[in-house]
């Protein structure tokens, strides 16, 4: 169903919270809000559905899925997106890393290449080592743990004894 509404607040996480022209709470997530600046007292049109996800008795009860136009809110300017880089050449440049240094760790490596996941970084690392190219070290803090506090990645194993000597 489509109403009017009025934005209330907004979230630093991006989602918000209206109030349709009849005085019913509104939930707006992130997704719906794609396109739109919008700041408290915005008053626009959205799509209304009822909001199953809020199961208290005084909830929310709509969820806009969709603001279709606007009063007051700015469109927000297009993001220029970064420039992707191949699985390859993110790998060519993790192994230069790794070569350059003794040691280091994912969150050594993705600081120095610019990433903002060690996610990436350790899963580019764990294809080199996969094929053969590096050698890795799994530490444990302690007996029983059933993943690694952290790992190490080096161009060669002896690097990891040899590092400080």
């Known amino acids: 169903m489509e109403k009017s509404v009025i934005i209330t607040n907004v979230h630093e996480r991006g989602f918000a919270f209206a109030v349709t022209t009849e005085g019913e709470q509104v939930f707006v997530p992130p997704y719906a809000k794609d396109g739109f600046n919008v ?95 590096i050698a890795k070290a799994d530490v444990y803090n302690r007996v029983g743990q059933q993943r690694p506090s952290f790992i190490l990645y080096a161009e060669h194993a002896h690097n990891f004894v040899e590092a400080d000597q």
Do not use: Q
């Open 39 to 133: 700041i408290a007292g915005d008053k626009l049109d959205a799509v209304l559905v009822p909001n199953t996800s809020d199961p208290s008795r005084n909830g929310t009860p709509w969820m806009a899925v969709r603001l279709m136009s606007e009063e007051h809110a700015e469109p927000v300017p297009p993001v220029a997106e970064a420039p992707v880089r191949s699985m390859a050449s993110l790998d060519e440049e993790v192994y230069g890393i790794i070569c350059s240094e003794a040691y280091v760790t994912s969150a050594d490596i993705a600081d120095r290449a610019g990433l903002d996941d060690t996610r990436t970084a350790g899963n580019s690392a764990n294809r080199l080592f996969t094929a053969g190219r």
